[in-house]
């Protein structure tokens, strides 16, 4: 897919220095740049690389100024930096607008879909699914009886959906993710062994919702396990049955939550983080990687340690602990001296 540099500019509203007709049809590092692809300067410490490289065309500010010759096409915009992420988005809107449903697959009869949406081969949808419109589902996707897709929600290859979940619109689920799967739920018989309960509830995700590869959402035991607004999951996490994450809340990989969790809107919460079950987290708490949170969390806290505590405590214990062995020396050395003054007052 080639693009020269006058329709990169007009996608980016932008002046060219240099020839219109460049063409691109790949992205590069500025240092790794080579003939026919794109790159793009924001940082003035890297100015020197484009006297160098290779890049066909380049994005820079309209501030910049070359002090020599430069030989790479220029696309002069306000902010190289929010335009090279405009333009990536809509390259990948380009490769990813895919339509048509590919054979073989099995749709059923009673499913509904809408206008402009792409189903990929040797992917399964059940009874009564609704599919919204220009959804994209990748092959090897299976969507169980009676969920519910939203319009322009993009699925990759190899998700599982389990029956009765409910997608918005414009979210986003990449491969290897399983949504409704069942929750941890045993309870012991008379004889210690653990029998599974009944997981009859579902999975709601509301709009705008990115959820990484490997991610688990288990379904509620009764009720649904929420997925609010905005929320934005990192690879490998795992959400138990019943937990309500807040809108806007961002999470990274393998933090597991555990069952009936409340977690509140605009929350940062770090990677390995574990929480446990029936507590809540306030609204724009933040969370240190791999702290543990076993209690509940007030609004606008910041938090680390196992179990977690203040960042600020936390920050002060630290400086303790790392002294720890001098701290015990002197301590030792305080007691000796100690014991000999005592001695010289027996004597």
């Given at each position: ?126 009874e009564n699914v609704v599919i919204g419109e220009n959804v994209k589902i990748y092959p090897n996707t ?44 045993f309870a012991p018989d008379e004889n210690g062994e653990y029998k599974a309960i009944p997981q009859i ?25 929420i997925i609010r607004k905005g929320v934005k999951l990192d690879n490998q996490i795992q959400v138990a ?107």
């Amino acid at each position: 897919m080639k693009f020269t540099a006058q329709q990169i500019a007009d996608i980016l509203e932008g002046d060219i220095v240099g020839n219109p007709n460049e063409e691109v049809s790949k992205l590069s590092k500025i240092e790794e740049g080579e003939k026919g692809s794109l790159t793009f300067l924001s940082n003035p410490k890297y100015n020197h690389y484009l006297y160098t490289t290779n890049s066909s065309v380049a994005i820079v500010n309209k501030t910049f100024i070359p002090e020599k010759e430069i030989n790479t096409t220029l696309i002069k915009v306000e902010n190289a930096y929010k335009s090279f992420s405009k333009l990536l988005e809509f390259y990948n809107e380009v490769k990813n607008n895919k339509v048509g449903i590919e054979q073989p697959n099995f749709i059923a009869e009673s499913s509904k879909k809408g206008t402009n949406i792409y189903v990929g081969a040797f992917s399964y949808i059940g009874e009564n699914v609704v599919i919204g419109e220009n959804v994209k589902i990748y092959p090897n996707t299976f969507i169980g009886d009676n969920a519910t897709i939203g319009d322009n929600t993009v699925i990759f290859s190899g998700v599982k959906i389990y029956s009765e979940t409910v997608i918005g619109n414009n979210c986003k689920i990449h491969s290897g993710a399983i949504i409704g799967s069942d929750g941890f739920g045993f309870a012991p018989d008379e004889n210690g062994e653990y029998k599974a309960i009944p997981q009859i509830g579902n999975v709601l995700i509301e709009d705008n919702v990115d959820i990484g590869s490997a991610c688990t959402i288990d379904r509620a035991t009764m009720g649904s396990t929420i997925i609010r607004k905005g929320v934005k999951l990192d690879n490998q996490i795992q959400v138990a049955h019943n937990v309500e994450i807040g809108k806007n809340t961002v999470i990274a990989s393998q933090t597991g939550i555990a069952g009936s969790t409340k977690i509140g809107e605009n929350c940062m919460i770090g990677g390995q983080v574990g929480i446990s079950g029936h507590i809540k987290i306030g609204n724009n708490v933040k969370i240190l990687a791999q702290a543990g949170i076993s209690k509940s969390i007030k609004d606008n806290e910041m938090v680390n340690g196992t179990p977690a505590f203040k960042v600020q405590d936390f920050n002060k214990s630290y400086v303790y602990f790392k002294n720890l062995p001098k701290i015990i020396s002197k301590v030792n050395n305080l007691e000796k001296e100690l014991k000999t003054q005592k001695s010289a007052i027996n004597e």
